[in-house]
């Protein structure tokens, strides 16, 4: 699995004095097979509490793209995005989950998880619904 | 970003002596991406616990479509709404979740959380399903 | 807001020596806007631990009905009735739940409990679904 | 509220060396309302952690169908069954929940529980979704 | 209950580093009924945490349909299932889940878990939804 | 199949003068298998255009009940049903669809048409979606 | 069943050289039952071709709020209702559907239409889906 | 492919002198790939008008069954199940459809319809809806 | 109601030799309601059989948010945006929905057809369902 | 738009006495916007009633892949391929439609026929629902 060549951009946190939270979902992920060749689809999920820095919009989706024509199998590229997306922004708490089209009649999903070392999430309040 | 010209208006809590739970879900927020000029659109969805004050309805309207001719970043503009509620009606609990519609096929989504000094939630209850 | 007339009927708890939940879904909760005039309409939802007594269908179809022309404002009839259906089975826990409809492009949604002095839910059990 | 005549049927549990859980959903219970003798009709969803016994489908079937013509109240019918369920499997753990028809504008669902003295559930593993 | 003759195969975990989850839905799970020789459907549900080993899925499909002509019961085979995937892959946590169609008007679903002795789960982080 | 006992009752059409339908969902339909004595369930739906007479409510709901104790196959009891409820209104067109649950795995719909003779429907007025 | 005092306003229609339609949904259309004085509760939907005058929105709502007090059958109000929109607004085409609340196990569904003498639908275009 | 050896059966249609149509869904049918062996799933879709036999229930069940263990084409084996059904039952009107579960990326659906000759259809009566 | 500034553009349609359909969902139009000033959504629904030109995308876009400021009722809006949308591209036929938010309670949907003079639309084929 | 290099097989119809329909859904089409290169996404229907000639699945998905790389813009791709598919199988009917993925805020849909000279569709038998 060669390196995507597109590179992740950042900004910075506009409000770094609270533990928030960023979704971002990203439908239209693709890369291939190594074994087959054949293309593969997943939904990316992105959750993270940003610290100093938050992820670019634009340069995220030029960095998915850059998968397209890359062999990748599903547990191994999900933790590889993971890695690269915690590198750029150096997030408090990351989450990635990749759900992937079926295949052979199976469907597939990782999720993965990177936590900055000494941070810990605040006790949720859960208010009744 | 220049500060939208409506005030939030507030009343008394009918129930202060109860840690109750008002949600309220917007699902007309139109603001401007400060880089494009083009019109973003969210659902705003707000859940508090109230001390002292409650958020008036046509005022929180007003305050609302305020946004409309403003430039705001996702991640800040939710962060600043948030904290003019906050102001506002002081509650013991405030979170605010913005889910905006896709731009570039990425789906993203901002929450924040605002809690009293002091303030701790009541172990929930879980009734079983 | 004036006195609903209609009086909550109850009957013995047949399983009191458990704690066991209870909900209700009443979908057509209507009452008038005290500023306006204007109907509103809601879905109420109750859950509750009885104690030793339950409340009664019918006579909580008549008191639900009794609001139809009484003004009130969303978060003070949601703690009135609340208050109203504790004082009359006197619940080990009670939740109740309204759901306004939309006004002004706004939903609404207040949620407020009553917990018996002393009482502790049950550690619950979570079965992996 | 007489006794239903059918009996219910166990086998042996295949793996009691593990807490695992039995789900079974049941869509078709009716039963009389004791007031009006207006049928009554719910489904029921069953929960449990067996011990040695299960309990035997086709006769948890014909149990269910028992009663048909009785006159029964949702607390009291919902209690009644789950005793009736863990006396015949004598469960680490059993839940019971019965989401009944409305009548009067209203839905009722009644969850009632039973615990094994002794018996406490594993902490849940709540992998990321 | 013979053996089925297909052999579950495993590669190497790519990301042994981290605690991370892997979901695998297969809807084409069929048996027979032992006592009616009936054919039985169900949708397995497969999550773990992988430790050394990912199962693979290819060999994994070959295993489902290796049940095709096997009879078996429902609380039985989930089990075994789950045994025969966990000696395969020696995940750190493994749950797996079967829902059962429809038999006799009852839907049925077991779901069973392995933990590996002296693995824990790490304290979740729960973004506010 | 004997006869039940309940009566259908009427009322006047309130608008003789014009062609319009009544449409009535009837979830709560139970008879029983004659080859097995097993119960059935379905979900009725009458629509039609009343002539001289409309189905009273009340009166329909006692007649379905009826039904609760008597043996009917699925294509028979859905024509009787028809012919009793056009017999009594005498309606410019009547259809009843019966929806039954699963049997054997297998979910079985009937729907039968009465039609006045020399009645025509008008055609349609279809407008854009 | 007295007349409701409010008036049904209109305004010219702005495009009166086309055949096009106007849908209206109401959700909170309520009455109450002349039987039982219990109320009842219906979604009205709208759908017109107008000729020369359009229904102002504000007076709709207020029209359908003075039924709030008035005793109506379903099949009698659905009527009179489509009667009083089609004088106050000489439609070329005008369909009026109503979706009662369930009654007695019970859900009705009454829809009329109106035509103006002469008037014909275009023949609709129906593209591929 | 070989002939399935369960025989179809059937009863008297208990009301010829109408038309009436009769929908049976079966969820679970499977056969084989014949070119790979892998077994293939689909959802059946049985409608019909019958004229003198009705097919029964049990034997329709039974009959599907026989299709688990042979291999079949898509087009053919819905072709094939149509003739079967048809010839048995000499309906006036029957269709059959057929959706396989998503091979290769691909989801296949085939219908295929028998017409009595000399039968034609009642003009469809289209309420408004 | 001033006229939008911004212009539609076209392309040449790339299969004049066919009737065939283009649909488009655009579901983030906004106006302002010409008596209150506030906000008023839409989703637009645009369904057109191109002739010579095809309407290019990003300017349909520019041409939609052009209204953002514009005072506009729903029933004029609609079909001024149709006028606009047939001028500029001469379609055979286009079909223009505008299903706009709720306001007073009410949901209000305008649908407006434009056909080319002489054109008729072939006899759809409807293959079955 | 340079040519695909896969071609498309076929195999011979096995029912060609009969008119009936094949709809396959293939949601993992992909090509490039031929002005930005950005990667499209699409969900292909194709139906159609075979003459001589059906399309093999996998030379499908492979002749599908094969847009991968290739620039296409909506309306031309559509037609091109139903042309590509008409030629290979020379159907009776064939109607493919092509959902493409939000770009800019707009989703488009694109639907094309092709229909053999002199075939027509037998009248469709509407069975009541």
Redesign the interface.
Known sequence: MTEPSKSLETFP???PE???????????F?CLCPKTG??D?ATLRL?Y??DGL?VE??S??LYV?SY?DQGA?H??V??RILGDLARATMPR?M?L?AEF?????????????H?APGWT?MA??????
Chains 1, 2, 3, 4, 5, 6, 7, 8, 9, 10 share one sequence.
Request: charged share 25%.
């Open positions: 946190n506009p409000a609270r533990d928030y939270a960023i979704r971002m979902t990203i439908p239209e693709s054949q293309p689809f959750e509490v940003p938050c919009l634009k995220l989706k793209w397209r199998f547990e191994a999900t933790n708490f989450r989950t089209n079926v295949r052979g009649g199976i469907y597939t999903t990782v999720v993965a998880e936590r999430a949720p309040v859960e208010l009744p619904q």
